[in-house]
């Protein structure tokens, strides 16, 4: 069984016991799992259920691997950059995103 779900604009394939990386989301620090509601599709390998955009009482149970506090990851660094041509003029700065690593535990549709 495997669903597609959006979260933080992104949309993910997921099914039971993937590790996904998903954006910031407002959980207690001491929150154990997020329930993830806004299920696009599910298929059980038969039955496929698609929604008009999202499937009614569908959603997705995530855990963290301790807690919400813990789970935030950091993605790779970026530097960007911004030319002024012809002015001598260049920025570079560096970023890099955290994101949030759950493991899918359920998918109730």
């Known amino acids: 069984m495997y669903a597609i779900i959006e979260q933080g604009g992104k949309q ?4 039971q016991g993937d590790v996904i990386n998903i954006e910031l989301t407002e959980a207690d620090a001491d929150a154990k799992s997020v329930e993830i509601d806004k299920v696009l599709f599910v298929s059980d390998g ?15 149970v995530a855990s963290f691997e301790t807690t919400a506090k813990d789970a935030v990851v950091k993605g790779p660094k970026l530097y960007p950059t911004h030319l ?14 955290k994101y949030m690593q759950v493991t899918i535990d359920a998918i109730e549709a």
């Open 12 to 15: 993910f394939k997921v099914a």
């Open 46 to 60: 038969e039955q496929v259920k698609v929604g008009t955009p999202y499937l009614d009482g569908a959603k997705v």
């Open 84 to 97: 002024r041509r012809r002015k001598h003029s260049r920025t570079r700065i560096g970023h890099r995103q």
